[in-house]
């Protein structure tokens, strides 16, 4: 099944008590929760939190019946969180079960979806190990650069010993 942003929006007003099938939701509510929303989403993807949610590019570009096609996992964490957001403009207070479930799933998902930044290593900085011993640099703790024969030539100040 493929969920939707509205699919979201109702798990997030079921968990604060104002589900859909008891109170009726005014369009206007629809459309606040799914602002905050987009703006949760772009926050976490701002943070390096990729999960293919697709952001609008103004807020009446935004659409509530939009698949969102973000993995499974990350549903939950999507409602809880969204839920702890919109609860205070509602006049209501989250249970404490509430934010220790939204803060559990955001840093489970936060864990599963960042990577870390590649970083190149740069001349001279890789250790040799304990064993690497050359035969003409005894106390050399770093591994040198090779010598590339196309670039030495005669003419070059490198000598052989």
Same mark, same amino acid.
């Given at each position: 099944?493929?969920?939707?942003?509205?699919?979201?929006?109702?798990?997030?007003?079921?968990?604060?008590?104002?589900?859909?099938?008891?109170?009726?939701?005014?369009?206007?509510?629809?459309?606040?929760?799914?602002?905050?929303?987009?703006?949760?989403?772009?926050?976490?993807?701002?943070?390096?939190?990729?999960?293919?949610?697709?952001?609008?590019?103004?807020?009446?570009?935004?659409?509530?019946?939009?698949?969102?096609?973000?993995?499974?996992?990350?549903?939950?964490?999507?409602?809880?969180? #969204?839920?702890?957001? +919109?609860? %205070?403009?509602?006049?209501?207070?989250? &249970?404490?079960? *509430?934010?220790?479930?939204?803060?559990?799933?955001?840093?489970?998902?936060?864990?599963?979806?960042?990577?870390?930044?590649?970083?190149?290593?740069?001349?001279?900085?890789?250790?040799?190990?304990?064993?690497?011993?050359?035969?003409?640099?005894?106390?050399?703790?770093? #591994?040198?650069?090779? +010598?590339? %024969?196309?670039?030495?030539?005669?003419? &070059?100040?490198? *000598?052989?010993?």
């Amino acid at each position: 099944m493929a969920y939707t942003k509205r699919d979201i929006v109702n798990r997030a007003f079921e968990e604060i008590g104002l589900a859909g099938y008891v109170f009726d939701l005014a369009p206007q509510q629809l459309e606040g929760a799914l602002q905050r929303l987009d703006a949760m989403m772009a926050t976490w993807n701002g943070k390096g939190i990729r999960l293919r949610y697709p952001l609008p590019s103004s807020n009446a570009a935004s659409d509530l019946d939009q698949v969102i096609g973000v993995p499974d996992d990350a549903l939950e964490a999507m409602h809880l969180n #969204l839920a702890v957001r +919109i609860a %205070p403009g509602y006049g209501k207070t989250v &249970s404490p079960d *509430t934010k220790a479930n939204a803060q559990m799933s955001y840093k489970a998902l936060l864990s599963r979806s960042t990577f870390p930044t590649e970083m190149q290593l740069g001349d001279m900085t890789i250790p040799s190990g304990q064993g690497n011993k050359g035969w003409r640099y005894y106390n050399d703790a770093f #591994l040198r650069q090779p +010598i590339d %024969p196309l670039t030495v030539g005669p003419d &070059s100040a490198l *000598t052989w010993e």
